[in-house]
């Protein structure tokens, strides 16, 4: 069975930066694609961005350009992610997804992902 469990979210000033972590069940390597979503209250939840297992190159969401950096750690079964440059408006519950049907198309699509963690606050306030 497939779990994820994020972790790293919190409270940061403008500015800042914050790590998110997802822990998978497995190896991340086994799945598709991994990707980061958020939602903010009020708001549909939409991606942020996804590493994919077929060559690895990561994909970002216009509002993680130059700010977002998505990586994976194999030693330790997780797909992290970096998020510099923080904004009010990146506060969010960020969540991390598998793809083991490969219908995500190797980009971070809601539709495309069948297994999510429970999700992480991140909240970007002064």
């Known amino acids: 069975q497939v779990q994820l469990v994020e972790s790293g979210g919190g409270l940061v000033q403008p500015g800042g930066s914050l790590r998110l972590s997802c822990a998978a069940s497995?190896?991340?390597?086994?799945?598709?694609?991994i990707g980061w979503f958020r939602q903010a209250p009020g708001k549909e939840r939409e991606g942020v961005s996804c590493?994919?297992?077929?060559?690895?190159?990561?994909y970002y969401a216009d509002s993680a350009k130059g700010r977002f950096t998505i990586f994976r750690d194999n030693a330790n079964n997780t797909v992290n992610l970096q998020m510099n440059q923080l904004k009010p408006e990146d506060t969010a519950v960020y969540y991390c997804?598998?793809?083991?049907?490969?219908?995500?198309?190797?980009?971070?699509?809601?539709?495309?992902?069948?297994?999510w963690g429970q999700g992480t606050q991140v909240t970007v306030s002064s």
């Open positions: 590493l994919n297992s077929r060559d690895g190159r990561p």
């Open positions: 997804a598998a793809d083991t049907n490969r219908r995500s198309s190797y980009l971070p699509r809601v539709d495309g992902y069948d297994y």
């Open positions: 497995k190896s991340t390597l086994d799945y598709y694609a």
